[in-house]
């Protein structure tokens, strides 16, 4: 207890007089010689803690220089006792130790080393494997039960708002990592981060962020970072709608589906590389929000809008035999018959819609009779457009009927065939 509080003590009264990295990295060199002549880990990983902690208040880049100097010894005994697979505990409770869960602190500390461990293979001193160890230690630390509680105890202290100067470092983590992912060291465990650092955002700052990442993408031509934005948009969609309020409909309403139904739907080639591709995506996209925010009447209005246009995509996918987009865009007035609440809106579209559905149905079972082996080709996406042209049917069968009649003829022989 006493050495503890001695070296405490002392480093806090040194860390004051650093003035530049070379001072930093040659006292933290020298302490953890010290620190490694302790036998038990416990020993090790408590003056390691508070070395960070006495540093990184003043030091952000402490954190990073300790964990550098950790990481070989670390490593070589993890893969000797764990048949090559590194534990990241050590570090992980070294970090929340030295931060004594100080959410902000933490978010620094996690921006710094990433910083540092992110620059170009020839200009950063990690290896590959360290970086992803590294990468792996900020998953850990970010899906950690005592951070995500004391994260939460922050955002309920702050009327359930996250608090702007943690926004602000969450949205840097955001950036930062989404343009990661076009470097060639991109991988699993910087997915992870980039993941967990999307459900820290407030809403606000990931639609901002999110549209300036996808709008920068689609001008550079990256079709693989506009994919990547708008999987990340789905799963916003998926795992945060259910607390949407009136006014994060509206914002997301205006500032994403808007721009994804007017400026990337449909606007690449689907002959170009991710262009069929990305329009699936954003199809699906539609539907799931159809499916969690119909709740919003303002939604009603902007779904009637866009039905022409989907209509059109319709038409020209099933005359070109597109069967993937054909499938995205059924199962989308699939949704939208469901959920509208006036029905006689989509009246205009009624006769068409049967149709195509009708006709997909038709040519399925005549396929399956005459053409087995190019059926056996594309089986999968023949079995999901005669799936949704099914559920079209069924959904047109059940919310119009006094307008069936005249199709139920040629519906009951498709069905029946």
């Known amino acids: 207890s006493l050495l503890t509080e001695f070296f405490d003590a002392s480093i806090s009264f040194i860390s004051p007089l650093i003035e530049s990295d ?10 953890m010689e010290l620190i490694a002549q302790f036998e038990e880990q416990s020993t090790r990983l408590q003056f390691a803690s508070l070395l ?13 220089m300790i964990f550098a100097l950790l990481y070989p010894s670390h490593a070589q ?10 534990n990241t505990t050590f570090f992980n409770r070294l970090l929340l130790s030295a931060t004594g869960n100080n959410t902000t602190l933490q978010l620094q500390l996690i921006a710094n080393l990433i910083e540092t461990v992110s620059g170009d293979a020839s200009s950063s001193e990690c290896d590959d494997s360290e970086r992803d ?89 990256h079709s693989k970072l506009v994919l990547k934005a708008l999987h990340l948009i789905k799963d916003q969609i998926e795992n945060k709608s259910e607390k949407f309020k009136l006014q994060d409909a ?15 739907l449909f606007a690449a080639s689907s002959t170009a590389k991710h262009g069929l591709k990305l329009d699936q995506v954003v199809l699906l996209i539609l539907d799931k929000s159809v499916k969690k925010l119909h709740r919003f009447a303002i939604m009603h209005d902007w779904l009637v809008s866009i039905v022409p246009s989907l209509m059109e995509a319709l ?18 007035m699939c949704t939208l018959i469901a959920v509208l609440p006036r029905k006689q809106v989509l009246l205009p579209q009624f006769g068409e819609i049967i149709k195509v559905s009708v006709d997909i149905l038709a040519s399925s079972g005549a396929q399956s009779n005459t053409d087995a082996d190019a059926a056996a080709a594309n089986a999968e996406d023949d079995e999901l457009l005669t799936l949704s042209a099914l559920f079209c049917v069924e959904c047109l069968m059940r919310d119009y009927r006094d307008y069936i009649g005249p199709y139920l003829e040629q519906i009951l022989q498709c069905v029946l065939r």
């Not at 001072?23 to 933290?28: A, D, H, K, N, V």
């Not at 004391?150 to 100067?165: G, H, K, Q």
């Open 22 to 31: 070379a001072q930093l990295s040659g006292i933290i060199g020298v302490t």
């Open 52 to 64: 960070a902690k006495s540093l990184c208040a003043q030091h952000s880049r402490a954190i990073s």
């Open 77 to 86: 005994q993890q893969v000797h006792e764990q048949d090559g697979v590194v």
């Open 133 to 221: 160890f590294y990468f792996l230690v900020i998953a850990n630390h970010l899906s950690h039960s005592a951070f995500i509680r004391e994260f939460s105890t922050v955002v309920l202290e702050n009327n359930d708002r996250v608090p702007a100067e943690v926004d602000a470092l969450c949205t840097q983590l955001f950036k930062t990592l989404f343009r990661l992912s076009s470097s060639g060291h991109a991988g699993t465990p910087q997915q992870q981060c980039l993941d967990h650092v999307r459900g820290l955002l407030s809403l606000k700052s990931f639609v901002t962020a999110v549209k300036e990442l996808l709008l920068s993408a689609q001008q550079a031509g």
């Open 250 to 264: 509206k914002q997301f309403l205006h500032d994403i589906l808007v721009y994804l139904h007017s400026n990337v």
């Open 315 to 332: 038409r020209t996918a099933h005359g070109d035999g597109n069967g993937a987009i054909c499938s995205h865009v059924l199962l989308l």
